[in-house]
């Protein structure tokens, strides 16, 4: 149950495969894992929508080009009739009554529903787990975290238990679990997927949150251009004839442990003999800069969950906000002629793979130790939010495991709105590096 969701899709349009065959498969491997990453299911409606789309193809129809393909989605984000409850036990028992207009996309693209997958209490932490239904664990080393917030969701694409998943990320939440889960993950341009429904507080989903953005976890580079067709209505997969290449591989700011950058390192070298003109590059706005950037905006975005003397001075107020804004305008646009000069931008997800489960404390005072130093876990994290300040394409590709055994992945950087490149890099190198490996 490790294929693609086009190869999924092709299999039951050619009739090799029923698509309640696919979702019976599915719920089984669901109930057999122990990574207790699916966490709700709606196991009556997906063999239901099953059956009609069977039932279509026998008669030559079909709905888009996801028809009879199971999916997940992450849950936090709206689905009608299925609960929804970001973590948190005031949310236990919500149930929208209608589903987030990606969602909506998915279903009308002929995606079946499978169920919800696990998120930390509000996708506040690089970690899952949560009172209403504990921890989720990586299908790699049970004893590791899977990542997050969408660490329900890699787990689950990683371990086979879905086609692909509907994710989110403001910070890291697709990223940091797909480097860590060992899948492809992609954090599309800021406002190219629809971000209404996505439920972060009692009373949210009106409005998307600022930054925040709704994008795909799957098992190949060729699926996340498969869905992303779907959610943004345009073919995002690009090639150049030559990529241009620009390698961000360590920064004081953010050191990189040893094992991750020989693997970065390595992965770059490929790059350079599969044909790309690959340069180490200075970016236009400094790491420092970027992540203070990164936190004044994102932990203005999430204010709801956050107690007041938690929110930074700087956007403390509608005008201190306006001032940043106006910084991160000025920031996107030199980072718009950078890019002219590159296809690509590539650079770490976090400083280091998975690590073992730490729920004491909370995300700001727990550490992790990277080669023999113990680093506080915000410190690891801030390669991700440069890029999402920026509102910037990233892909996470797989790059290989460390000594032992655990996935190491980097990220893929486009120009706002270049999705298509950064898909299209991820599709390239993945005949060289190898991709998606099923855990063992």
Known sequence: MHAGARELARAVSEKSVSSRELVRGFLDRIAASELNAVVTLDAERALADAAAADSETARGLSRGPLHGVPITVKDAIATAGLRTTC????????????????????????????????VPVWCGDIQTYNDVFGATSNPWDTSRTPGGSSGGSAAAVADGLCGFDLASDIAGSIRIPAHFCGVYGLKPSVGSVPGEGYVDHVG??????????????CRSAEDLGLAMS??????????????????????????V????????????????????????????????????????????????????????????????????????????????????????????????????????????????????????????????????VLGLPTVVIPLGRTGSGLPVGMQVVARRGGDGVAVGFAEWAAGFLGGFVAPR
């Open 87 to 118: 973590g948190s036990p005031e949310l236990a028992s919500y149930v929208p009554s209608s589903d987030a207009p990606a969602v909506a996309l998915l279903r009308a693209a002929g995606a079946i529903v499978l169920g919800k997958t696990n």
């Open 204 to 217: 949210g989903g009106a409005v998307a949150p600022d930054g925040n953005v709704l994008g795909p976890i």
């Open 230 to 255: 779907v959610l943004s209505g345009v073919s995002t997969s690009v090639a150049p004839e030559r990529f241009r290449v620009a390698a961000w591989l360590d920064d004081p700011a953010c050191p």
């Open 257 to 388: 442990g040893s094992e991750t950058a020989t693997l970065l390192d390595r992965a770059v070298t490929e790059f350079g003999a599969a044909g790309a003109r690959v340069r180490r590059a200075v970016p236009p706005t400094g790491f420092e800069e970027l992540w203070q950037l990164h936190l004044d905006m994102v932990l203005a975005a999430v204010t709801y969950n956050l107690p007041e003397d938690a929110l930074p001075a700087a956007t403390r107020t509608h005008r201190g906000w306006l001032a940043r804004a106006e910084d991160r305008a000025r920031a996107r646009q030199a980072w718009d002629r950078w890019f002219g000069e590159w296809d690509v931008l590539v650079c770490p997800v976090t400083a280091m793979p998975a690590f073992p489960h730490d729920h004491e404390g909370d995300i700001g005072s727990r550490v992790v130790e990277i080669d023999g130093e113990k680093r506080p876990h915000m410190s690891t994290i801030g390669w991700c939010g440069l890029f999402s």
